[in-house]
């Protein structure tokens, strides 16, 4: 049993159960939905996708430069979760959600976060026996706080039986001792969000293990991915 991690999306490269990484924050968020009790998520692959895919009575989230777009009911905070049980989310976002449609065509894909890291390490191992775990990344750009992620939730692997390949995959582990909020708390991404006063989400997505929801793919509506609790 192995494991690798791609420190940015390649687009149509996975065969694998794969694990898409985006800490902070659109994986924490979309898993946050589902444990707040939203029935589904749809994630597309861009801002006018989501407006198009929304249907009547469901909840459109998303951001653009860290904050909500116009016409959006939600942002892309994890904090925010707030009346969404029982319904569907749309939801789209700069890095997270284009990150999960380049993980498509894997013989799984799933919603990592440092939030259900055993959880999400737990399900991927029932599922396959080579995992491939996906950083989003920050615009194009490889991302500390999502390969500190996945270090986490390679460690989790680790102890299930997996080993590492590549030396991604090493130094992913190696992040992984240190605490997450010293990590996490000097990414660009965090930095970014302390600009706009959304400071507050950094700390948030830093719990390790605090819940065991697990997004996983279950098909496409229109152009959007949809996930449910794995």
């Not at 898993?31 to 198009?52: D, F, N, Q, T």
């Not at 293990?209 to 279950?218: A, C, E, G, W």
Request: charge should be negative; glycine fraction near 12%.
């Amino acid at each position: 049993m192995r494991f690798w991690v791609d420190p940015l999306p390649q687009p149509g490269a996975y065969r694998e159960v794969a694990i898409v990484v985006d800490v902070i924050r659109a994986t924490t968020t979309a898993a946050a939905y589902l444990e707040a009790g939203a029935e589904a998520l749809v994630l597309a692959p861009s801002m006018e996708a989501a407006r198009a895919l929304r249907r009547p009575g469901e909840v459109l989230a998303g951001e653009v430069g860290g904050l909500r777009p116009e016409g959006f009911d939600l942002g892309n905070s994890p904090r925010e979760v707030a009346g969404v049980r029982g319904r569907t989310v749309v939801m789209a976002t700069t890095n997270g959600t284009r990150a999960a449609h380049a993980a498509w065509g894997a013989r799984a894909v799933l919603l990592g976060t440092l939030q259900n890291a055993s959880s999400v390490a737990q399900k991927a191992s029932e599922l396959g026996d080579e995992v491939v775990l996906v950083a989003a990344g920050k615009e194009g750009r490889m991302a500390l706080d999502d390969l500190y992620a996945a270090g986490v939730i390679g460690a989790r692997l680790c102890a299930l039986g997996f080993r590492p390949e590549g030396e991604m995959a090493h130094l992913a582990l190696f992040l992984a001792q240190s605490p997450p909020l010293e990590v996490l708390g000097v990414s660009e991404a965090a930095l970014a969000l302390e600009r706009v006063g959304l400071g507050a989400d950094v700390p948030f997505c830093a719990q390790v293990d605090r819940h065991s929801t697990v997004p996983l793919f279950q098909g496409f509506r229109g152009e959007g991915m949809v996930f449910g609790r794995g």
